[in-house]
């Protein structure tokens, strides 16, 4: 059995400020990474650590923190050359794990230096005009001492000209160079930097607020960084009713990092006093800009609390060797994915109509959307997330990916019912987000948690078979998507022809739910849902639809087909190209097109609406 292990990184700090003070600053290992190459899609390192003489191994990290599996970008890692005393020094990478180098030290020796470049791959993290550095990309460490404990003096050197913002504490700025002050390896490769030519901090502090929270964005051009007033004051919003969802903090200060930009990957990654978050270049500027925040920031956020702080015992490691072990994926990505939009509702990043909306999605997509739930319960989801996570393309419906996040969603919904129901209306989700997350501020650290210890926290809120229920919906391979929660609420899921207004990656279902195919503009077949009538007629994932009805293939000209075939004899024929073949494929379906939607069960009362509630005064 796992023991709750909590770990204070503003005592590590305090400790790094003291060997200073005392001069043992040359223990530290010192990294400066030259950013000046950005435009080039290179970046420069060199690093000098205190060794002694005899074997050495070097590790890159491998398994990263949010990530959930051994994907650190090894492959960007290219010439490596360590030297000593002026003097190269051979090394090996080792034979059975490529992240692992190893190096004999001669005799003599104290101190060993690496230089080495990382390669920014198309679509990573540089453009032109930015780069949002994360420290695991840069970093070498030494192989003993886990990475909590291992003490770096950081340096960036920028291109001439842009600006940076950061949660790592500067030590000095000099022109294009900034130091840091000494930081443990665990919380450096925790707090990322953001760098460009165009460059915007926006204080989003709420008033009586004790603790500093700032957005710092940068993005491909200056007209990106116009955030309206309305989002600011929505953003302004979401931290108040964090403190009250919550009821504590568990940083020193807190930054929104933001890249805008059409060129780097999109996606959001956590850490405990700052948030990765990557949108396209003019999101700021259209008017779904609230949903793009609420949907990606808001998530993120919540994880300083739930996945940063409170984190599940086996993903809490050592160091970045060590594997992780992902069973409780559901509690760690789920709750999140809960609370994250639920926070946005109630900042008004999303409209309660949107939150509905959003909901209604992940029912459906749940649902007829994924007969995968038939053969591959939601545990499995978690168990698997490395090798059959986010790397798995095609036939999603059929595999299934990373539902834990989506179904998480439905299955602590559910829960948020559940405590309100058998406390009967005493206590709410927030009470045990008070409890479950709460304590002291002693800045970032994690306090680890097993399946059991979760179960016993429910229950010190509202007492119920909650280990029963969880293993239940767990283990589930009903084809049914777990909608008790909306359910509960007062609230059920219904289908129109009319679709979601939804910007992002829920608003386009194409026509999952009507033939069974999600096919893009061009005529790509993303996926074909095994059983629907799409794929019954031969059209499955990666093929390419570029005829309708002997008529030149457009999303428009499809729904066209499938209203017209509606309550009629006449099929939707498409043509389509397999490989390099042709093949006419005869669709029999007859129920026009189909849409989810969330709409008010009056036999129960509105508690979906209470939830998403404002609790700070707005």
Known sequence: MKICRVQSFALLAS?????????????????????????????????????????????????????????????????????ADGKAIPWRRDLLDVFTFHVDVPAGVSRLEANYDYIEPDGGSATDKLLILEWNEVALYPEGTPAEKLMYEAKLIMPEGWKFGSALPVAGQSGNEVSFKPISLDLLVDSPVATGLYYRNIDITPAGEPIHHQMDIVADSEDALNMSAKDQKAMTNLVAESGKLFG???????????????????????????????????????????????GLLAHEFVHSWNGKFRRPADLAVAYYQEPMKTDLLWGYEGLTDYLGPMLAARSGLFTPEQYHEWLASIAAMLGPGRPGRTWRPLRDTADAEFGMGFGARGWLNWRRGTDYYDEGDLLWLEVATIIHRESHGTKSIDDFCHAFHGGANNGPEVKTYTFDELVSDLNAIAPFDWATFLHKRLDST????????????????????????????????????????????????????????????????????????????????LGAAIKDAKDGSKPVTLLVVVDDYYRTSTINYHDGLRYPHLVRDDSKPDYLDELIKARAGQ
């Not at 290992?29 to 050495?56: C, E, F, R, Y």
């Not at 777990?482 to 990656?505: M, S």
């Not at 069974?516 to 009538?533: E, Y």
């Open 15 to 83: 400790i790094a400020i003291i060997a200073g003070a005392l001069g043992l600053s040359a223990q530290n290992i010192s990294l400066t990474v030259d950013a000046t190459k950005t435009q080039n899609k290179i970046l420069h390192a060199h690093l000098v650590m205190p060794v002694k003489p005899g074997p050495l191994t070097v590790y890159y990290p491998k398994w990263i923190p949010g990530e959930h599996g051994p994907d650190g970008p090894i492959a960007s890692l290219t010439g490596l050359k360590f030297e």
């Open 248 to 294: 504590t903090r568990h940083y020193r200060d807190y930054h929104f990092i933001l890249g805008l930009s059409d060129h780097v990957a999109h996606f959001g990654l956590e850490h405990h006093e700052s948030n990765d978050s990557r949108l396209p270049e003019d999101v700021l500027l259209g008017p779904g800009s609230g949903m793009a925040l609420g």
């Open 478 to 557: 009903s084809p049914e998507a777990p909608v008790g929660g909306i359910e509960n609420g007062g609230w059920k899921v219904t289908y129109t022809d009319q679709p979601a207004k939804l910007e992002g990656r829920r608003g386009n279902p194409g026509f999952v739910y009507s033939i069974g195919l999600q096919v893009g503009a061009d005529g790509m077949v993303g996926d074909s849902i095994v059983g629907s009538p799409a794929f019954e007629a031969g059209v499955s994932s990666g093929m390419k639809v570029v005829g309708v009805n002997g008529r030149v293939f457009t999303p428009e000209l």
